[in-house]
């Protein structure tokens, strides 16, 4: 029996958010909003490093259970569901809405 297509089962996408969009782009955003500060920027954007940083430790804790893949702007992750609804609710990933 086959199932029509509106009514198959589908996977939940999990998405793995780091604070870096693209290093130029996001460096001129933040003199921008800091009014030509250059100093201050730069240390906004050294924390956004520093949390992306700590989010990858955290997520390095359980990479032998899970696989990446991505592009520019954005990461997949993949592996069992009930680790991935678990790091879901640690924040760590963010189940994307699936078409």
């Known amino acids: 029996m086959t199932i029509p297509a509106d009514e198959e089962e589908t996977t939940p996408t999990y998405a793995f958010h780091l604070p870096v ?7 001129v955003s933040l003199v921008e ?25 955290r997520l390095s804790e359980f990479a032998s259970e899970l696989t990446v893949d991505g592009g520019a702007h954005h990461i997949i ?21 699936v078409d």
């Not at 969009?21 to 460096?27: F, T």
């Not at 009014?35 to 520093?50: E, F, I, P, R």
């Not at 069992?80 to 963010?94: D, G, Q, S, T, V």
Request: overall charge negative; glycine content about 6%; some cysteine.
């Open 21 to 27: 969009y693209k290093q130029g782009d996001d460096l």
């Open 77 to 97: 992750v993949d592996g069992p569901p009930e680790l991935l609804e678990a790091l879901e609710k640690r924040e760590l990933l963010h189940c994307e809405p």
């Open 33 to 57: 909003s800091a009014k030509g500060d250059l100093k201050s920027a730069l240390l906004v954007q050294a924390t956004n490093y520093q949390e992306a940083a700590k989010l990858c430790e």
